[in-house]
């Protein structure tokens, strides 16, 4: 089945102490990406990935960094939580070739930083 | 840059009445146009996408949305809502240009709550 899987589902951490969340396809898909969703604010970008050792940033990345040293796996870390990081986040994969028009979301992971 | 504004943050219904759920966007290029659905503590379900060809476009669970490009307008429609329809929705939209690489911006939602 095609998916894309992400963990932890649920995290409650406190300030500074450095997380990762895991992201991984099973799709074969060059393009991967970090959001966040947050009440009033819709899904922002966070960083985006076009294949290995590529990344980029997209409209909110303050405060994460990510790697690609597999084409499957994206992960997100937080060096040094903060509370104004407490969020829903979504990992995202498609191709760049042909059908780029659709996203396959991960099921998200509900952050809180005390 | 591209933009998408939901009109509406909340709009509440009572079952079996039809519902309009708003998106506006802003865009220099040529876009698809998707609408996103978040039941309760669950993750995105897109519920239909405009690509090209007609303007009307059908999704599941019984709603379509119309592409208007005069007005730069996306609306989501369901002629009789269900309890069950009661969700958050987005619209979002990605630039028809190789380099976006499909990224998505996204609206700020549309809170939907159907009354019995």
């Known amino acids: 089945e095609a998916q894309v899987t992400q963990n932890p589902r649920y995290l409650i951490t406190v300030t500074g102490k450095k997380l990762t969340v895991t992201c991984s396809q099973n799709?074969?898909?060059?393009?991967m990406s970090w959001y966040r969703q947050d009440p009033g604010l819709g899904l922002r970008q966070i960083y985006y990935?076009?294949?290995?050792?590529?990344?980029d940033k997209g409209d909110v990345p303050e405060g994460y960094k990510v790697s690609r040293k597999e084409k499957r796996n994206f992960p997100l870390i937080l060096e040094s939580p903060s509370p104004n990081q407490t969020s829903l986040y979504f990992c995202?994969?498609?191709?760049?070739?042909?059908?780029?028009?659709?996203?396959?979301f991960g099921p998200g992971t509900r952050l809180t930083v005390l | 840059a591209q933009s998408v504004t939901q009109l509406d943050s909340q709009v509440p219904v009572f079952e079996e009445a039809p519902v309009e759920l708003r998106c506006n966007y802003s865009?220099?290029?040529?876009?698809?146009l998707f609408w996103y659905v978040q039941y309760p503590n669950q993750g995105l379900q897109l519920l239909l996408k405009?690509?090209?060809?007609?303007?009307l476009v059908k999704g599941i669970n019984g709603f379509e949305a119309e592409f208007n490009k005069s007005q730069t307008s996306f609306h989501l429609r369901k002629p009789s809502v269900h309890i069950s329809d009661t969700a958050e929705y987005f619209c979002?939209?990605?630039?028809?240009?190789?380099?976006?690489?499909?990224?998505?911006?996204f609206g700020q939602g549309t809170i939907l709550t159907v009354h019995p």
């Open positions: 799709m074969n898909h060059e393009y």
């Open positions: 865009s220099s290029v040529s876009v698809y």
């Open positions: 405009y690509l090209s060809g007609s303007t």
């Open positions: 990935s076009m294949n290995v050792e590529v990344t």
């Open positions: 979002a939209v990605s630039l028809q240009v190789s380099t976006s690489y499909g990224k998505l911006t």
């Open positions: 995202a994969s498609n191709p760049v070739r042909g059908r780029t028009d659709t996203q396959y």
